[in-house]
C-alpha cells in the first residue's frame, strides 16, 4: 500500500472520529441545567423552616432569587464553549433568573409566576462531556444600567432593579421570622453618573460580579445540576434587622457575605472553589426543589 493510501486512511478516520464525537453531541436532548436550593446539603423551599445557628430564631424565605450569566462549558475535545440561552420568560441576552418569591408564590391570585429552577440551552449546548462550567453571578454591565421598562423578561421586573446608576440586584434574598426580616441584596456600587436616573459610562467602582468556574463532579449519563448552598452564604453571619445588607462596601456584614460568595478573595478574577456554588452531573438527585 502506497503512503498515499495509508495518508487518506488516517484522515477518513480522524474525520469520522470527530463526526462521530459531534453527532453523540448533537443527538442528546438534554438542554437543562436544574438549579437546587440547599440548607447544610438538605434541599430547601417556601415552607422549609431553618435555623441559621444552634438555638437562634427560625427563619423563613421570602424571596430568593439572583441571575447568572455568561455561561461556559469546558470538554477535553474542545476547550471552553459559551452556551446559549433560549430566549424565555426568565431568560434574556444570555442571562438568566433563578430562585423563587414565595410572596408571590403565596399570593398569586392570577399574578405572574416568578419560580425558575433550570437554566434552558439552545440545542446546540456542548454540556454533555464537560468536566467544568463557568458562569458569573450577575448581570453584564451592557445590559445592567438600561431602563428596564424597555428590556425583556426577566431584566425588567421592577423587584430585580435599583435605579438606572447602579442596576439589577443581581442576587435578592429576604428572610423572616415571625417578627423580625433580613435581607441581602448584591449589586453594583459605587457607579458615577449625572444623577441616580442616569445610567454610568464606565464601570463602577465595585461591579460586585462574581465569575465561578467549577468543576462538573459524579460525571455519568445523568442530569446537570446546579446547587446553591444557603448555610455557606450566611456562615458566620448573625441574621438580625440589623445585620441586613445592601453591598456597602463598609459594612461589615458585607464584607462577610462577599467573603463566602468568593472564598475569602474578593478580588479574585475567577473563582475555581466556592462553597456556596457546586455542579454535579447524576441520575440520583433529588427533582428540584420544593417551593410549593
Known amino acids: 500500500m502506497s503512503n498515499k493510501s495509508y495518508i ?11 463526526a462521530s464525537y459531534f453527532f453523540s453531541l448533537a443527538s442528546s436532548d438534554n438542554r437543562q441545567m436544574n438549579v437546587q436550593l440547599l440548607w447544610q446539603g438538605e434541599k430547601i423551599g417556601c415552607q422549609a423552616a431553618f435555623n441559621a445557628h444552634t438555638g437562634s ?6 424571596q430568593l432569587q439572583f441571575f447568572i450569566s455568561d455561561v461556559e462549558f469546558h470538554s477535553e475535545h474542545l476547550g471552553w ?3 446559549m440561552l433560549n430566549n424565555t420568560a426568565f431568560q434574556a441576552n444570555n442571562t438568566v433568573l433563578l430562585g423563587t418569591n414565595c ?10 409566576n416568578t419560580d425558575n ?3 434552558d440551552f439552545q440545542t446546540t449546548v456542548l454540556m454533555n462531556n464537560a468536566s467544568r462550567i463557568r458562569f458569573t453571578l450577575g448581570v453584564p454591565f451592557e445590559v445592567n444600567h438600561l431602563n428596564p421598562i424597555h428590556q425583556p423578561s426577566p431584566l425588567n421586573l421592577s423587584s430585580m432593579f435599583w435605579v438606572w446608576q447602579t442596576g ?4 435578592r434574598i429576604e428572610l423572616a421570622t415571625n417578627n423580625e426580616q433580613w435581607l441581602f441584596h448584591l449589586g453594583s456600587t459605587g457607579c458615577q453618573s449625572t444623577s ?12 460586585n460580579r462574581f465569575t465561578f468556574d467549577l468543576p462538573i463532579t459524579e460525571q455519568n449519563d445523568g442530569d446537570l445540576w446546579l446547587n446553591m448552598d444557603l448555610a455557606a452564604l450566611l456562615s458566620n453571619v448573625d441574621l438580625s434587622a440589623l445585620s441586613s445588607c445592601q453591598s456597602e462596601h463598609d459594612n461589615i456584614r458585607c464584607q462577610q457575605l462577599l467573603t463566602n460568595l468568593s472564598v475569602g478573595n474578593t478580588n479574585a478574577p475567577v473563582i475555581t472553589q466556592s ?12 427533582q428540584g426543589t420544593d417551593v410549593e
Open 8 to 18: 487518506f486512511i488516517a484522515i477518513f478516520i480522524f474525520i469520522a472520529s470527530v
Open 57 to 62: 430564631k427560625t427563619w423563613f424565605i421570602e
Open 81 to 83: 464553549q459559551k452556551a
Open 103 to 112: 410572596r408571590d408564590t403565596q399570593h398569586k391570585n392570577g399574578a405572574r
Open 117 to 119: 429552577w433550570a437554566v
Open 168 to 171: 439589577h440586584k443581581f442576587m
Open 196 to 207: 441616580v436616573m442616569r445610567p454610568p459610562k464606565q464601570q463602577c467602582r465595585y461591579p
Open 275 to 286: 462553597s456556596v456554588f457546586n455542579a454535579i452531573k447524576t441520575k440520583d438527585m433529588n
